[in-house]
């Protein structure tokens, strides 16, 4: 399956909503954007840090509980490199689709594939230095989506989980 392949089988199982939020729900979306964005900034902050060597004060406010004389494996070094450019670039994302939906500005695709095209960038150093490919990845969420929801997406699918089969579908080939 190439990756336009997986696109379609993934859309089998998207939960769609018919767009009207609650009243609750539109109070608090903003907020939600908002915080994933601040969340994408330290965690820039901390990537930039680490991986770049552009320290920033912002990020001594922050508690790790880590050894501070912990040595990462190289896999291990990529794998938060990954992690952290993932909630940075979601981040981003949200700031695209707060821009929109709160600002009234008109949705930037261009960016919003940028953004995607970042995030594709960081699951693909994650899954090599899992020893993963993107095709036994995709393949994998596919036949694990399949078991979840063999009639695509169904409310009832999503909540009552065989996880066990979930995992089985999940076991790399090859």
Wanted: hydrophobic content about 40%; proline content about 1%; overall charge negative.
């Amino acid at each position: 399956m190439d990756s336009n392949g997986y696109q379609k089988l993934a859309l089998k199982t998207e939960s769609v909503s018919d767009g009207a939020l609650s009243l609750e729900e539109s109070v608090v979306l903003p907020e939600y954007l908002e915080g994933a964005m601040r969340i994408g900034v330290y965690a820039d902050k901390l990537k930039r840090s680490i991986f770049y060597g552009k320290h920033d004060s912002a990020i001594q406010d922050v508690a790790i509980d880590i050894d501070e004389h912990t040595t990462l494996t190289i896999e291990e070094s990529r794998m938060v490199h990954c992690v952290l450019g993932l909630v940075s670039e979601s981040g981003e994302s949200a700031e695209a689709l707060y821009r929109s939906l709160v600002n009234g500005e008109e949705f930037d695709n261009v960016n919003f594939m940028e953004e995607m095209g970042d995030l594709l960038w960081y699951i693909a150093i994650g899954l090599n230095a899992a020893g993963v490919t993107m095709q036994q990845a995709m393949d994998s969420n596919i036949a694990k989506l399949k078991k979840r929801y063999p009639d695509g997406f169904r409310e009832t699918d999503a909540v009552k989980r065989d996880m066990f089969a979930e995992r089985q579908a999940l076991a790399l080939k090859g």
